[in-house]
């Protein structure tokens, strides 16, 4: 090894770094002094980002930079020129009534679109995603509607809510028959079995369903009707279908009707603006809404 | 073994830049660079102009990159965002002649094509212009400040700067209507977008052409460094014949050898081709890095070899091959056609077909299905089944598309929408502006009779009125 610190590569002529590993050398083939510049420029760049943006932390702040900026303030900037933008295309939705909404593809788009982000927002929790409903709570998807499912019947129900702290509110109360004695709990048991063959489903061995029908003349048919089909002026359900809101077990139709169920929605329109409900209205509506 | 502290070498880790001073030359290659500049800077600046007629609702520029309604137009093609994919391939077919380019003549795309080598031959000539030529400018530049430089430099760089104005500005003639931006533009009443990226160009095409030149080839870009992977022995490459130049010597000193009986090249040593070479590399050395294979030493030293009655082509475009076969005594061999360039160009056609083919079988509708997965399925009061989809449907025609949606695969399915008109068959029709997406919710009920199982694959079929074109796509229909 040699001791002389500048050594010249015999093939290339270059000088080496004087750094050696196993005795192998390596060349030094200096960089542009313009890309060290470049270096320092990015170093200059730092300090002026420094002063320009928010950057070193404080005791109970930090420096704020020149211009204030804040990433917070950006997205406040960015939301509000979303929603100016929104309100822009929802504009039209504001002074047309729901069956002009309905008639226009363009207004239904923009309706459809604002009713699934605030159906996301406030009836997800109950009504499931999808309008699909769960235990208590309708399934908006099956065609069946206890108070109606026209665009101005649902607009109605979302504005007022069911049971509601609302003057308009839909409201009826089904009696608790059983709890209240108005029904023996044999004739609970005997109305509850005729109820499940109006919606197709078999009877319990043994129990007298012609009792029944009797006893759902004298007692149910004013609201839900003689054919069981139900009455949306009063939102008492049709009990002819496949849909049954609060389970379809015996058991489930004999607490049904022992203790009534009377569940609440909230009156929307308190809540919400009307454009937003109007959207819902036309959203929920395209669920499975009927005419 | 350990490094004492005396043996680290103290060098410079950074050096200057070598300024060149390319000189004037003509010949062959120098007219052949001429030309490609002049055609490739006409179709830079004419190619915004061109109208291209579409129709009433779509742009009439022939080559338009539309960002604000996302739409990419070059002629009868249009693409929309979804089909970028277009772009891999041309990005691969434009690597792929890169390839064979350099298969067949070595770096031709660096030496003539590449815009560094047009734009930076076009401020030489403006600096050639202004401030004479090679030894003028190295005169001027090691000159006190008079009056006379300062009016040469400072009407170098205005000419530098109005040519990187120029350049940044029609690279935005891309992007809008290429008369109505020129005009707003002119007026100062363009947007501030524009200005700003015409700025910005302005700023990189004066600092890369005027002041970085070679500079970006060495130290830049990567295709040097790819380059020295893909060479191979029978690629042409703009080569110094060492065999016949070496030893060099001038002309006196070579008369001089041969009446002493001694071997004289035919390199006079007169350094014309790196007084002339744009990145000043010494052509002799052999290939290297810094060389772009722009053949202007080849103008110069046949210039001087006609000049000293020597015959020309002491450098040439050469392959590596023949070099050792001159050394054997063997004759010239070109080897143009080899398995490289075969298969490079078998690529190239493979890769030109597909995309051919893509194009051409290029659907102007498009219908896209997404199921909808909460909930999966849902039984209506009748008891029946029913499934919820999100559609998209696409119209890439510059007028208004009818849309005839049918469902099958489950036997008395319906369709209701609320965005879809339904017709009397049970279908369902689908109004879309020109040019345009829509998404339609469409729910598919089937009756209780029917009982689909668990999964029940169902097809869509969407019809254009106008074109007949129908697009299809298979989902599933679940069930309990």
């Known amino acids: ?291 | 073994m350990t490094i004492s502290a005396e043996e680290i070498y103290d060098g410079p880790l950074y050096e200057a830049a070598k300024k060149v001073y390319p000189q004037k030359v003509w010949g062959t290659y120098r007219r052949i660079k001429w030309i490609v500049l002049w055609i490739a800077l006409g179709v830079y600046y004419i190619l915004p102009f061109i109208r291209w007629n579409r129709g009433p609702n779509a742009p009439n520029q022939a080559v338009l990159v539309d960002i604000a309604h996302s739409r990419f137009y070059a002629f009868f093609i249009e693409l929309w965002p979804q089909e970028v994919y277009y772009f891999t391939g041309l990005l691969i077919l434009a690597a792929l002649i890169l390839f064979l380019s350099n298969a067949l003549f070595g770096r031709v795309w660096c030496g003539y094509a590449c815009p560094q080598t047009v734009w930076t031959d076009l401020f030489l000539w403006v600096e050639r212009f202004i401030e004479g030529d090679r030894r003028d400018r190295i005169k001027l530049d090691a000159a006190p400040w008079t009056a006379d430089k300062i009016v040469k430099r400072v009407a170098k760089h205005a000419a530098w700067l109005l040519i990187a104005m120029l350049t940044g500005g029609a690279a935005m003639l891309y992007f809008v209507d290429a008369p109505t931006l020129l005009k707003d533009m002119v007026t100062l009443k363009g947007p501030f977008i524009a200005y700003l990226w015409a700025g910005i160009l302005t700023f990189t095409t004066y600092s890369l052409a005027g002041h970085m030149r070679e500079q970006v080839c060495l130290y830049m870009c990567p295709w040097p460094r790819i380059q020295a992977a893909l060479i191979d022995n029978d690629a042409l490459n703009v080569t110094y014949r060492f065999d016949r130049g070496e030893p060099r010597m001038s002309v006196k000193d070579s008369i001089k050898a041969h009446a002493h009986g001694q071997a004289a090249g035919d390199c006079i040593d007169c350094l014309q081709c790196v007084a002339v070479c744009p990145t000043g590399v010494d052509i002799r050395k052999g290939a290297q890095m810094g060389c772009i294979q722009c053949g202007l030493c080849i103008d110069a030293c046949d210039a001087v070899m006609t000049k000293v009655r020597r015959p020309t082509q002491l450098i040439a475009y050469d392959t590596d091959e023949n070099r050792e076969r001159r050394k054997r005594g063997e004759a010239n061999v070109y080897h143009l056609i080899r398995p490289r360039t075969i298969l490079y160009a078998a690529a190239i056609a493979l890769t030109g077909a597909i995309m051919l083919y893509a194009l051409l079988t290029r659907t102007n509708s498009h219908l896209s299905v997404l199921h909808v997965r909460a909930p999966l399925f849902t039984q209506t009061a009748q008891g029946g089944v029913r499934n919820g989809y999100t559609l998209r449907f696409s119209n890439k025609l510059s007028e208004p598309g009818d849309f005839t949606l049918e469902v099958s695969g489950v036997k008395g399915a319906t369709m209701t929408s609320a965005m879809a008109k339904p017709l009397d068959a049970g279908q369902l029709t689908v109004r879309l502006d020109p040019d345009s997406t829509l998404e339609v919710p469409v729910y598919v009920t089937a009756p209780a009779d029917a009982a689909p199982g668990k999964s029940t694959p169902l097809t869509f079929t969407a019809t254009d009125a106008k074109t007949g074109e129908r697009s299809v796509v298979v989902d599933n229909f679940f069930g309990p």
Request: charged share 20%; aromatic share 10%.
């Open chain 1, 1 to 291: 090894m040699s001791t002389d610190p500048v050594q010249v590569d015999r093939i290339s002529g270059q000088t080496t770094t004087g750094h050696e590993w196993d005795g192998i050398r390596e060349l030094n083939t200096p960089l542009p002094r313009w890309w060290l510049w470049l270096f320092y420029l990015t170093i200059a760049f730092s300090f002026a980002y420094w002063i320009v943006y928010p950057a070193w932390p404080l005791a109970s702040s930090y420096t704020a930079g020149l211009f204030g900026y804040t990433n917070r303030g950006r997205v406040a900037e960015e939301l509000a020129a979303g929603q100016a933008a929104r309100m822009q295309a929802a504009a039209g939705l504001e002074t047309a009534t729901l069956a002009q909404i309905a008639a226009d593809p363009k207004l239904t788009e923009i309706a459809l679109a604002e009713g699934k982000a605030a159906f996301g927002d406030n009836c997800t929790p109950c009504h499931g995603s999808g309008g699909q409903g769960q235990r208590g709570y309708p399934n908006l998807t099956a065609g069946r509607w206890l108070w109606g499912g026209t665009l101005d019947q649902i607009h109605g129900t979302i504005t007022h809510g069911i049971r509601a702290d609302d003057p308009d509110t839909r409201a009826s109360a089904m009696p608790s028959f059983g709890k209240d004695g108005i029904l023996k709990p044999e004739e609970v048991r005997e109305v509850a079995n005729y109820v499940r063959t109006l919606g197709g489903l078999e009877p319990e061995q043994g129990v007298d369903v012609a009792a029944g029908k009797k006893i759902f003349a004298d007692n149910c048919s004013a609201c839900h009707g003689e054919d069981g089909k139900g009455n949306i002026d009063m939102g008492a359900p049709n009990l002819t279908t496949k849909v049954w809101q609060y389970g379809s077990d015996i058991s489930d139709l004999i607490y049904t009707i022992t203790y009534a169920r009377n569940s609440v929605m909230p009156a929307w329109g308190k809540r919400l603006d009307p454009v937003t409900i109007k959207s819902l209205a036309v959203y929920v509506h395209s669920l499975g809404g009927g005419t």
